[in-house]
């Protein structure tokens, strides 16, 4: 292999019934610095039927090119057909890096483009970088040995260089739509013997009964410390002074007191609010990799030595079954 041959940055901008997902945009934002370090392209490779009018969303968001394949095969998605046309695409547009969401069709796809590619695949990394020596080196660091280290991998063999991210881990850039690009229509040769194996017979959707933490602006957070579900009352009382949503670190959802949807941090969900409100929660870096890049963070936690005070902007010290339901007694006061 050849590794000279290989260059710029793509990204798979996923895409749910004609719609841009979020974590596409967040990815090409974190693609425009990497290419920019290496003075290379961002290319966004966008796959569906009738979708091709979505290309200008991604040239707004820092693509430089669009590769659109626009294909019955391709309306709905499946691994093989969906491989079979990002595989096609690498091997004539040699791309040096690939990034996917680490959503549900992208952990799916990603290991699959990776094994029919014979390279290597980093799974939900938290931080992308080119190193600033001569080697120009893409480094993925991700949590290993269950959050206790974070381990930096380097694929030098073998190309693409590729990677997943959670969303909600990268910044997207705003839009600018004065931005100019290239798009191209790209077509694949299926092969429908193969294809054809698995076709979806019914699609059924799940009716979203509570809001996204993801997207909430404010969240309040327990922990260990706040015990049991009585405490996560206090917590939702206060959230709706906020205008916020209740979130939860990993032992309250193995303890079985909050849903696993509800779950912050590197087994659950990254957030990335204005404010982040955390009670009760001892600051593991399991969890702090899920909300560390929130704007504000409020701790509270009667441990004065937990590790979520270091990267808490106010920390206040103390037992939270108290503090909490006086600071919400003072929000209802400042309302009325």
Excluded: W
């Excluded at 945009?25 to 392209?41: I, S, T, V």
């Excluded at 809001?211 to 996560?232: H, P």
């Excluded at 941090?265 to 929130?294: D, F, N």
């Amino acid at each position: 292999m050849n590794l000279a041959e290989y260059k710029d940055v793509y990204v798979f901008a996923e895409q749910r019934d004609g719609k841009i997902q979020n974590v596409a945009l967040e990815l090409l934002g974190e693609a425009r610095e990497l290419a920019d370090a290496n003075n290379e392209k961002v290319v966004a490779i966008l796959l569906g039927k009738g979708i091709a009018n979505q290309a200008p969303v991604l040239i707004a968001h820092g693509a430089d090119k669009v590769v659109v394949v626009d294909d019955p095969h391709l309306e709905v998605y499946l691994t093989e057909p969906y491989t079979e046309a990002i595989t096609q695409i690498i091997k004539e547009m040699k791309p040096s890096i690939l990034l996917l969401g680490a959503t549900t069709i992208g952990r799916d796809l990603g290991p699959r483009v990776s094994a029919r590619n014979i390279t290597g695949l980093t799974a939900d990394a938290t931080k992308l970088e080119i190193s600033d020596d001569e080697a120009h080196e893409f480094r993925m660091t991700r949590p290993a040995f269950g959050g206790n280290l974070m381990a930096t991998i380097l694929c030098k063999d073998n190309r693409p260089q590729m990677s997943t991210v959670r969303p909600g881990v990268m910044q997207k850039l705003p839009a600018d739509n004065t931005r100019k690009g290239e798009v191209v229509d790209y077509k694949v040769a299926f092969d429908d013997a193969k294809i054809n194996r698995v076709k979806i017979i019914k699609t059924v959707k799940e009716e979203k009964t509570v809001a996204d933490i993801a997207e909430a602006k404010i969240l309040v957070s327990g922990g260990r410390g706040v015990g049991n579900k009585e405490g996560f009352d206090k917590l939702a009382a206060i959230a709706k002074e906020l205008g916020g949503e209740v979130s939860s670190s990993r032992a309250m959802v193995d303890a079985g007191v909050m849903e696993q949807s509800r779950q912050v941090g590197q087994t659950g969900k990254t957030v990335r609010p204005q404010l982040y409100m955390a009670c009760g929660i001892s600051g593991a870096i399991q969890h702090l990799a899920g909300m560390e890049e929130s704007e504000y963070i409020i701790a509270i936690n009667k441990d004065k030595f937990a590790p979520i005070f270091s990267v808490a902007d106010l920390g206040i010290v103390g037992d939270l079954h108290k503090i909490v339901p006086m600071l919400t007694e003072r929000l209802k006061s400042m309302q009325r």
